[in-house]
């Protein structure tokens, strides 16, 4: 049907729609593994004290010394120990972030909006598409069902496609923040592994320091020799850790990106399928 032959249908008819749609959505779900962030850290912390202990058991010396300090004073309870269990909390949760990324792209896949560039949409067929995103699962979770379920309820309330525009900008302005957020830990944990790495590096400098200043220890013939292999390996914390920020600060922006990749995406469909296809005429009612 045209928009032109479109029968009008008062807003107070089709405001009921979504509203009856709302009280039977289901209830919500229980959150997945990958977005109970504290238990997600809990059992990563746990893979990550695993790992230190197969490196403990199987690396040779070398390596060992290199990775987990093996041997050292402080071990296992070594600053490198410490860097691996955070490296793996920060893995996890980048792991998690990338699904999430991938699951918001795939909601752009599942043709929630007629994607057909002659379709206009009416009053009453918005009743329908905000059942189906709603019952979908992923309207409290995911962008475009959110985007969408919110700008079909501000035009049954305000019938103003732009005030449906203003509200999918405030909208995608707090989602974007909202990512920023969920960021902050895997920041803090991206700048505190290089900060374990010099706590070891000056922590192992004032063992060699101490152990070279001991009564009698200048006469010893091997003397250099120890206190030079015990400052390579402060040194080598901190470069351990220096290979694990720059790892984890490449991954986080690749999956960042593509969480903002998902967000834009999401506006920009709910823009040319919704926004600008809604028929209002000339009066300013909807058709």
């Known amino acids: 049907m045209s928009a032109e032959t479109a029968t009008r249908t008062p807003v107070a008819e089709t405001a ?16 997945p593994l990958a977005e109970n962030r504290a238990t997600l850290a809990a ?11 197969v490196f403990g058991l199987t690396l040779p010396d070398h390596a060992a010394k290199l990775l987990i300090d093996r041997g050292g004073l402080l071990y ?20 998690a972030r990338m699904r999430a990324a991938s699951r918001e792209l795939r909601q752009l896949r599942l043709g929630y909006l007629p994607e057909d560039p002659r379709t206009v949409l ?16 992923m309207a409290e979770r995911c962008f475009l069902p959110r985007l969408i379920s919110r700008c079909i309820l501000q035009f049954q309330i305000s019938a103003s496609v732009e005030q449906c525009t203003t509200l999918m900008n405030a909208t995608m302005d707090l989602m974007a923040h909202e990512i920023e957020l969920r960021y902050a830990p895997l920041r ?25 200043g001991e009564p009698g220890r200048y006469q010893e013939p091997t003397l250099l020799t120890e206190v030079t292999g015990r400052l390579a390996v402060s ?24 969480e903002e990749l998902a967000l834009n995406a999401s506006g920009q469909y709910c823009l040319d399928h919704l926004i600008n296809r809604i028929y209002v005429d000339k009066a300013g009612r909807p058709a």
């Open 43 to 53: 059992v990563t912390g746990l893979v990550g004290v695993a790992l230190c202990a």
């Open 122 to 137: 009416q009053a009453d067929d918005l009743g329908p598409i905000y059942r189906r995103v709603r019952e979908g699962g």
């Open 76 to 95: 296992p309870f070594s600053v490198q120990n410490f860097m691996w269990v955070a490296f793996c909390i920060a893995a996890g949760e980048l792991a």
């Open 235 to 258: 040194f080598d914390g901190t470069l351990v850790a220096l290979v694990m920020a720059a790892i984890l600060m490449f991954w986080q922006n690749i999956v960042e990106t593509r």
């Open 188 to 212: 803090y944990i991206t700048w505190l592994i290089p900060s374990l790495g010099f706590i070891g590096t000056v922590t192992g400098i004032g063992h060699a320091l101490a152990y070279a």
């Open 16 to 31: 009921s729609v979504p509203a009856d749609a709302a009280r039977s959505a289901p209830a919500r779900r229980r959150p």
